[in-house]
């Protein structure tokens, strides 16, 4: 859920900025060329830069979210311990080094 609503969010600030900057640029070019608007062109638009900021600091934030959460995941698998109590350890026949 969490990767369609990315996704969706995406999408809905690429038409945005597309909007904004499609008031400014003059260049008519097909709706094709125009979607890939983000990654060759410059924002001349204040609001279009600002809105693409907040976006780059929401996709950071997920990003080590993600990070973060699967790391812990990986490393809490490791850290289990057989060990279920004191009569489990006597039972073990296992040396214990203080």
Same mark, same amino acid.
């Given at each position: 859920?969490?990767?369609?609503?990315?996704? *969706?969010?995406?999408?809905?600030?690429?038409?945005?900025?597309?909007?904004? !900057?499609?008031?400014?640029? @003059?260049? !008519?070019?097909?709706?094709?060329?125009?979607?890939?608007?983000?990654?060759?062109?410059?924002? &001349? %638009?204040?609001?279009?830069?600002? &809105?693409?900021?907040?976006? *780059? +600091?929401?996709? &950071?934030? &997920?990003? %080590?979210?993600?990070?973060? /959460? =699967?790391? +812990?995941?990986?490393?809490?698998?490791? =850290? %289990?311990?057989?060990?279920?109590? $004191?009569? /489990?350890?006597?039972? /073990?026949?296992?040396? $214990? @080094?203080?």
């Amino acid at each position: 859920m969490m990767w369609f609503v990315t996704g *969706m969010f995406f999408l809905v600030v690429e038409v945005v900025v597309w909007t904004l !900057e499609r008031g400014i640029n @003059d260049e !008519e070019a097909p709706l094709e060329d125009n979607l890939s608007l983000l990654s060759e062109e410059s924002t &001349l %638009s204040t609001l279009g830069c600002f &809105l693409l900021i907040i976006w *780059m +600091s929401v996709v &950071l934030i &997920l990003n %080590s979210s993600y990070t973060a /959460s =699967l790391t +812990s995941i990986l490393i809490v698998e490791q =850290l %289990s311990s057989h060990v279920k109590g $004191i009569e /489990s350890l006597i039972a /073990s026949d296992v040396r $214990i @080094d203080f």
